[in-house]
Structure formats: C-alpha cells, structure tokens
T-cell receptor, first 116, second 112 residues
C-alpha cells in the first residue's frame, strides 16, 4: 500500500529556471494539498486541489507559482523563474474523498528545492 | 488570521523525565493534529483530536484537546532518546476549510 509519492526528492535549479514538483496521492485519495517548509519553520499551506479543480489557493504566491491536478497523472506544483527565496522543502499531502471535514492528511517525503 | 503557537520551541531534557508541549490557537476549531518530523524527513502523524476533551495515548506520548481554551498538549512520559525529533501541532477545519495551519514546531532533544 504505497503512500504519497513525490519526485524528485531533491531538485537544484539556477535562478530564473523553472521547477516542476510532482505528487502522486495515496491510492483511493482524490484530495491533494501542497505545503512549503522554510528552514527551521513550520509548514505553510499553499494550495488544495481535487481532480481538475483548484479548491483553495489562498496560500499560493500571486506570481510564478501554479498548481494542477489533472484527471490522469500526478499533481504538479510549478515554479517559474525561481529565486533563492524559493529554496525550501515542498510537501504534498493527500486525503480520501467523501465527507472531507475530518479527513486526515497523509504526507509525502517532500521535495527539497535548492536555488543557486 | 489564525495563529497557532507552540511552546517551548526548543526543549532539551534527560531520559526518564516528563514534559509537556503546549499548542495554543487563536480561533475556533474542533480538529487538532500532532505530527512528528525527524531531520530531513517527512511528517509522521501521531494523533488526531476531534472533540473537546479528547485524549489519546500511544506509548510514552499522550495528547489532549481543550477546544474552549483553544489549547492542546502533548505530554511525554519517561522520555527516551528515540523520541528526539521536532513535533508540530496543526489546526484544521477553520471556517470549513481543509487546509492545516501549523505551529512553529518544538525541537525536542533527549539526552542519555
């Protein structure tokens, strides 16, 4: 029973390049969440998606960041024109469908992005 | 804006001692989660607390929730070195939203 999968686990980009982070939710889960963790800090919510829909993007920076969760395939968090301040660990979590209010979120191993 | 505050942020203790980590939050919620994170690793779910007065225990860890006081505690009994990690509380269900709002984390170091 595979858990939440993320790839790559480590990603190095130079300033101005694009970063694409992928997340495959647990089997049977249709809700995906992205969080960012800066060094020595807690996780900060970025976006909540269901298949083909963005439900809550209140934590997404207004520029350069986008997310999608297509009907087929993993969820993707895309960061355009990366800057050094984007260096962080990006965690994806998933939860099952149904009555969502109490659905526990299960976290993936994270992608550690380093911007040179 | 919801604030979730943990204290202490750093805790160094000896094996065999007891201690409590506190998690205060600023708005009404009936969902409180505790996670453990080891360095460079992901988050491991420890407890899900869904109602006022909820108490859950697993091994040397016990978590409780007081929704009226907007306070959760994580109590460590007779600490052992393996419990060294960073512990996060997270609050969910604010105004029906699914997102979790995390505290800053408590870095726990247990010395032999």
């Amino acid at each position: 029973n595979a858990g939440v999968m993320q790839n790559p686990r480590h990603l190095v980009r130079r300033r101005g390049q694009e970063a694409r982070l992928r997340c495959s939710p647990m089997k049977g889960h249709s809700h995906v969440y992205w969080y960012r963790q800066l060094p020595e800090e807690g996780l900060k919510f970025m976006v909540y998606l269901q298949k083909e829909n963005i439900i809550d993007e209140s934590g997404m920076p207004k520029e350069r960041f986008s997310a999608e969760f297509p009907k087929e395939g993993p969820s993707i968090l895309r960061i355009q024109q990366v800057v050094r301040g984007d260096s962080a660990a990006y965690f994806c979590a998933s939860s099952p469908p149904g009555r969502g209010s109490y659905n526990e979120q299960f976290f993936g191993p994270g992608t550690r992005l380093t911007v040179l | 804006e919801l604030k979730v505050e943990q204290n202490p942020l750093f805790l160094s203790m000896q094996e065999g001692k007891n201690y409590t980590i506190y998690c205060n939050y600023s708005t009404t919620s009936d969902r409180l989660y505790w996670y453990r994170q080891d360095p460079g690793k992901s988050l491991e779910s420890l407890f899900v607390l869904l109602s006022n007065g909820a108490v859950k225990q697993e091994g040397r860890l016990m978590a409780s929730l007081d929704t009226k006081a907007r306070l959760s505690t994580l109590h460590i009994t007779a600490a052992v070195h393996d419990l060294s990690a960073t512990y996060f509380c997270a609050v969910g269900g604010i105004q029906g939203a699914q997102k979790l709002v995390f505290g800053q984390g408590t870095r726990l170091t247990i010395n032999p």
